[in-house]
């Protein structure tokens, strides 16, 4: 099963604060939202997905996808997904991909490249384009070994995946690999060829002719409201 966590939108890219407003950062996350569900969608061989959320609106997003909903418990992404693999070990799956809703390039070519690559039993692990955080990982068994989101998790998680004795795969696939968390990122976002729907709300913006906040009230912003990094 797929699992795609997805926590409140109107709150989310705080660390974009310093060039978008709330309002168009909660265009921004749900833009991308839809760009990574179409994704799944348009992936023929993929297995089940559910979207892990309470958020409302990923709820609906969830269901014009046909895609089920597992309700978290709306304390945290490793949470939410502690919570959704046992809900899959309870149903039986063999395995779980586990991908967020900030990666926007995501392509239905780099989630068969997973599956072709994938171990019987294992893990396949995607890291982001700084390798520092995850942005994919599959696991078979689907609870192979607990992941923990935050910052830096891809060596973690890598380690974790080694310590079980079975075969770990590192897989480097652009799309996934580039997230949105930094201003920098949304103007590789914008300039990236496509006509994804967060590309073109981030081209509508004229990045280029804002000014950016201070990154010292940034910072105090993000510490108020305990952002977190993959």
């Known amino acids: 099963m797929i699992l795609v966590p997805i926590k409140n939108l109107a709150d989310a890219k705080q660390r974009l604060s310093s060039i978008l407003t709330p309002e168009e950062r909660f265009a921004l996350a749900q833009a991308m939202c839809e760009d990574v569900l179409e994704a799944l969608a348009n992936w023929q061989s993929r297995p089940a ?5 309470t958020d409302s609106l990923a709820r609906d997003l969830a269901a014009r996808f046909h895609f089920e909903v597992i309700t978290d418990d709306n304390s945290g992404e490793t949470s939410a997904i502690e919570m959704a693999t046992a809900v899959c070990r309870e149903r039986g799956a063999k395995s779980t991909l586990v991908v ?23 893990a396949v692990l995607v890291p982001d384009a700084a390798g520092r955080g995850t942005n994919a990982a599959w696991r078979s068994p689907g609870d192979l070994f607990p992941l923990r989101f935050g910052n830096d998790s891809f ?18 696939l652009p799309g996934i690999a580039r997230d949105v968390d ?3 990122d949304l103007h590789e976002l914008a300039a990236a060829s496509g006509n994804r729907r967060s590309q073109k709300l981030a081209r509508s913006w004229n990045l280029g002719q804002r000014k950016r906040v201070d990154d010292s009230q940034v910072e105090h912003h993000q510490v108020q409201h305990g952002v977190r990094q993959r």
Do not use: Y
């Not at 060596?155 to 480097?172: I, N, S």
């Open 155 to 172: 060596q973690p998680h890598l380690a974790a995946a080694k310590a079980t004795g079975l075969t770990c795969v590192v897989l480097k």
């Open 100 to 122: 967020p809703a900030d990666i926007p390039m995501i392509d239905s070519s780099e989630l068969q490249k997973i599956a072709d690559s994938a171990p019987k039993s294992g």
């Open 49 to 53: 997905v559910a979207v892990v959320t």
């Open 182 to 184: 930094r201003p920098e």
